[in-house]
Every structure is written in C-alpha cells, then in structure tokens.
C-alpha cells in the first residue's frame, strides 16, 4: 500500500469511528483483533444496503424466496458439506515476533501477479523460503513450518465441554438454505428454476490481515441458492454475472473500480464447477467483494447421503425426477458497507476550503435529511421539531442544533445527507424552509407542506 492509498485508508477509519459509522469492538477493554461495531450511522448504512438488496433479489422477482436460518447447525451439516474436512487455510508464525500470518496472504502481499490457491502447506513453505520473504511485523525471516488449521469455530452445547460433541459456529450461511431445500419446497409451490435467499452472520476462525472490516473474525453476508436443471447453468451463471454488476450500481459502486476474476482448477472450492470473484480496487490491492459459483448439486448429494431424506425434484411436465444444481451468488455485506464509504468519499475544495463529502447514494445514505434550525431560539427549535415529526415517519433524519450552521452543514457532508433544511426567521412569515443539496451546494426555498412531496421525488 503507497502513500496516498495508506492515506486514504485511514482517512475513512477516522471518519468510521469520528462520526459513528465503526467502532473498535469492545472499545474500552483495549478491543479484540479484527472484531468491530457498527454505531448508529452504521447500522442505518447497513439496514439500507440489507433492504435494497433483499428488495432487488427477493422482493422484485417472482422466483426468489427468503429464508432466516440458526446460526448453530448440527454438527452433521458442517461433516456433510465438506467443511470439517477441507475448509481450512495455512498458517505459519514469525519465530522473532510470534506474529501468525496466512502464508498464502503472505506470499501474495510480497511477490507480484501470483495466486497460490490449491497450494500445498508444503510447496507454500518452499515459496516462502526460496524467495526469502520477511515478516511484515519485524522484517525478519525466520518462519515455522507452514501448517493447516480449520476455520469453523468450536462451540459446546451445555454447562460444560464434556456434556456434549463440539458444534459449530456456521462458516457460511449456505448449508441452512440446503437443508431448509424440501421445507421451502413444499410450503412455497416454487418450480425449478427458483432462488432461496438469506442474509445474516458467518464465523471464520481466520488470520485476518488487519484491513479493517475488509476481512473479519464474524461479518454479514448476503447470498442465495438458484436451483436449475444441470443443462442450464451456463445460461444461469451468466444471467446471474449481469444482475450482480446490476446491484453494484444500485447500491452506488462504480463498475470502473470493479473487476471480474475467473478462478483457475485448482484454486476452485471442493464443491466448485466453475467460480469467478468480482473483485474491488481497494486500497490495498485488488480483492474479492463479491462471488458466483456453479456448485452443481454437489451439497443436495451430500445431505441426501448424511441425512438419508429425499432431496430430489419432480418435474411434473416431464415426469422426471432429478437433485436439483445450483448457481450461487455471494454477497458480503460488510465488505460492501467499505466499498461503498472508498467510492463515496470525496475531498474538493469549496471558496478555498477543503470540503469532505460522502456522496452516497440517497437510498443507501443513513439520513435522508438534517433539520437544522437556524438558532437556538425557542420559536425556530417549535418549528424544527414539528417539521420532523410530519416527515419521521417516513425518513431517516437527523436533528443538530449544535454549532454553526457551516459546521453544521460540514458534518451533514460528511456523513453522507442529501439534504439539510434549515428553519430560520423567514420560516416564521413565509412558511418556507431553505433546503441545501449535498452534491450541487444548490439551496431553494420549499414550503413545509410540499417538503414530503419534494424529498419522495429526490429520493427515488
């Protein structure tokens, strides 16, 4: 990461926690290694994202339902899906520092063009050691052997370890889509092709590089299972590329900040036909935001086979009888949450002052409008607060009466408000407010009666 990247970087996690959209998780203990909270312009971002996607994937379409599976599975699940066995990532610590690192990760920050996927722990060793690469904590080379680990994290059910066989914190929220298939089959009349969606929290118990919430111990994903006869998924997985770089510009990402990367044999996952990442330019390098993978009905199989129920389909018109494929898109919403602050941030200079604004979108920005009375003055503060109790029912709005109202207006540019409304005294005569763009610094007076219809046309 150069300089002006470096920069960038850390100009957007002070504004997370300055303004409230990230905090360090469990802040006054000294926090704990990748784990963050969202504030209260946080989570406002985030249910804005959530609701978009679920009403672009789900609530638009006539072949998507949702589900909202349990975070802890039978353990069974995780033994049938392949996880126990194969989701795991290599591991190497610095004998100079004890600082543990992804040798994989390792390797790619240091060497240029290579991806080492599929690797063996004992062939990523060699990479390490032929090409004498340091530590980035110490700059010394002095490494263990390279080792797996499982990501899964192990929990117990019951007062102690001993009562019970470990389950698992699920590491991707898949597996409840699969084994809810013949439930959501049977209740919803859906016929193949049809999508089953979720969102909610996964687990992995990784070495995280650090990069703020690009990469952590738990994060929110968005994603679903489109069921599809076999002889369709070509046409399926290509449908599904174009309708993903769809959702990138409702929620704000610009395509030329966004790349598509095909995954080559042998970094495809165990379950993987055919698996291409749209990845974004970060700071810090081109990664992965968003995936699509052709799973084929590798897990229907598998839990058919562990589970001893029937997951077939019958199609009716054809009499045939077959375990359904599927394509799979996924979404990670925290890592999106990022990249949409990175492509909204903007510095730009305004009568030779340095203005920092995020321009989000509207839909995605956690305040739809600032009421801002002009003073703090009793008859403009009565008027302020009547006019957010006409329009919160409506709105995310936020109500600042401290401070100038430049500074006031620098801190709505800063969190991302389309709008600021500002009561003054010619409020008190005319019934008119003035209302400032973000984005143009355009202002125009609107009458408080015509404020709703004019923020529903703005914000559409």
Not at 50 to 65: M, N, Y
Not at 297 to 313: C, I, P, V, W
Not at 351 to 372: C, D, H, N, S, Y
Request: aromatic share 10%.
């Amino acid at each position: 990461m150069n300089a002006k990247e470096n920069d960038l970087m850390n100009k957007i996690v002070s504004l997370c926690k300055r303004r409230g959209f990230v905090f360090p998780g469990s802040d006054i203990y000294g926090g704990l290694a990748n784990t963050w909270d969202l504030g209260p312009l946080g989570i406002e971002l985030k249910n804005n994202v959530t609701q978009a996607w679920w009403k672009f994937f789900v609530h638009s379409r006539k072949d998507v339902v949702g589900i909202d599976a349990a975070i802890i599975m039978n353990p069974k699940v995780w033994q049938a899906s392949g996880h126990v066995e194969n989701f795991n990532d290599a591991q190497i610590d610095c004998k100079e520092c004890k600082k543990r690192h992804r040798a994989d990760h390792l390797i790619e920050d240091a060497l240029e063009n290579i991806k080492v996927e599929g690797l063996s722990t004992e062939d990523l060793g060699k990479l390490i050691e032929e090409n004498k690469i340091k530590c980035p904590n110490c700059g010394n080379h002095n490494f263990t052997d390279v080792r797996t680990f499982n990501l899964l994290f192990q929990t117990h059910i019951g007062p102690t370890a001993n009562d019970s066989d470990p389950v698992y914190l699920r590491g991707e929220i898949a597996q409840g889509i699969f084994t809810n298939f013949k439930n959501v089959l049977d209740t919803s009349r859906k016929k193949i092709p049809f999508g089953i969606a979720s969102t909610g929290k996964a687990f992995r118990n990784e070495i995280t590089p650090g990069n703020f919430i690009f990469r952590t111990l738990e994060f929110d994903l968005m994603e679903f299972e489109y069921f599809i006869k076999e002889d369709m998924w070509k046409e399926k997985f290509d449908y599904w590329l174009e309708e993903m770089h769809k959702w990138l510009e409702e929620v704000g990402i610009a395509k030329e900040n966004t790349r598509v990367r095909e995954h080559t044999d042998d970094e495809l996952s165990h379950y993987s036909k055919r698996t291409v990442d749209i990845e974004y330019n970060t700071p810090f390098g081109w990664k992965e935001l968003y995936g699509l993978a052709y799973r084929t009905n590798f897990d229907l199989t598998r839990h058919q086979e562990a589970s001893g129920k029937d997951m077939t389909y019958f199609e009716q018109e054809t009499g045939e009888k077959y375990i359904p494929h599927v394509i799979e898109p996924t979404f990670g919403l925290s890592r999106t949450l990022l990249m949409v602050l990175f492509d909204a941030y903007t510095e730009e200079e305004v009568k030779g002052e340095t203005r920092v604004v995020l321009k989000l979108k509207p839909q995605m920005a956690p305040f739809k409008a600032a009421i801002l009375p002009l003073m703090k003055k009793p008859e403009l503060v009565e008027v302020a607060d009547s006019i957010f109790d006409d329009l919160k029912s409506k709105y995310a709005l936020d109500f600042d009466l401290t401070g100038s109202i430049g500074k006031r207006y620098r801190r709505q540019d800063e969190i991302g408000t389309p709008f600021a409304i500002t009561v003054d005294y010619d409020t008190l005569e005319d019934k008119s407010v003035t209302v400032r763009d973000r984005d143009t610094l355009e202002q125009e007076r609107i009458k408080i009666s015509d404020l709703d219809d004019f923020l529903e046309k703005k914000l559409q």
